[in-house]
Structures are given as structure tokens and as C-alpha cells.
């Protein structure tokens, strides 16, 4: 009984030490040919965190093009970004806002398509 448990602990942490081996090579490897950025453009492959640096970008260069305009209060808006699909979220002062901060969405280089969830909320006192 005893060598049966004894057997099972030491196949676990065999099985569990090959693993993480074989883990750590796999990352050794895409550390290596990440830093080689030849080897990723010849692959023509896009890694996640090549895509979550683009939506990132993407995020900043459409609230950039909000935040240009005075006339909205972009500090009440979040924008999302996922493969050029943009959402924007948030509460505007003014109805006709709505429509303009999407459109400004449209306009920026790189968005494919735009999800307007604003609500139109008066700021605190307004009439």
C-alpha cells in the first residue's frame, strides 16, 4: 500500500517537472525569436500581444480624436477597441453629441466599425 502511494507521488512530480520543463523551453523560444523581430515578420504571424498592442493604440488614437474636440467632455467616455471594432461607452451632455463622437470614431485611420453605447446624461445642476 505504502509503495503504491510512494510510486504515485514520485510519477506526479515526475509528470508535473516535465511539464514545467517543456514550458519553459517553449517560452525560451518565443522570447528568442520575439526579440528577433525578422523571424516574426517572416512567419507572418501575429502574436496576441502584437493584437493587444495594436487595440491599445487603436483605443488611444480614437480618444485622441475625441478629446480634440472642446466641445465634448471625453473625460465620461471609454472606448474599447478589439480588431478595428470600437465601443464606445459612456454619458455625453448633449443628445446631438451622440452622433458626432461616433462619427469622430469612424473618421480614425484603422476602425473598421463603430458601437455607439452613450447615454445622454446633464451634468450635476444642469438643466
Same mark, same amino acid.
Given at each position: 500500500? @505504502? ?6 507521488? %514520485?510519477?506526479?512530480?515526475?509528470? =508535473?517537472?516535465?511539464?514545467?520543463? /517543456?514550458?519553459?523551453? %517553449? ?5 528568442? =525569436? ?7 515578420? =517572416? ?34 467616455? $471609454?472606448?474599447?477597441? @478589439?480588431?478595428?471594432?470600437? +465601443?464606445?461607452?459612456? +454619458? ?12 469622430? %470614431?469612424?473618421?480614425?485611420?484603422? /476602425? +473598421? $466599425?463603430? +458601437? ?12
Amino acid at each position: 500500500m @505504502k509503495r503504491n502511494w510512494a510510486l504515485g507521488i %514520485a510519477g506526479g512530480v515526475l509528470i =508535473a517537472s516535465a511539464s514545467v520543463h /517543456v514550458w519553459a523551453q %517553449a517560452g525560451a523560444s518565443e522570447a528568442s =525569436a520575439a526579440s528577433n523581430g525578422t523571424a516574426v515578420a =517572416a512567419s507572418g504571424s501575429t502574436t496576441a500581444k502584437d493584437i493587444r498592442k495594436a487595440d491599445r493604440a487603436l483605443r488611444r488614437k480614437v480618444y485622441s480624436a475625441i478629446v480634440t474636440h472642446r466641445e465634448i467632455n471625453a473625460g465620461n467616455i $471609454s472606448v474599447i477597441a @478589439k480588431g478595428g471594432a470600437v +465601443t464606445l461607452d459612456g +454619458t455625453v451632455v448633449d443628445a446631438s453629441q451622440i452622433d458626432k463622437v461616433s462619427e469622430i %470614431a469612424k473618421g480614425v485611420p484603422g /476602425v +473598421t $466599425s463603430v +458601437t455607439n453605447k452613450l447615454t445622454v446624461k446633464k451634468p450635476f445642476g444642469g438643466q
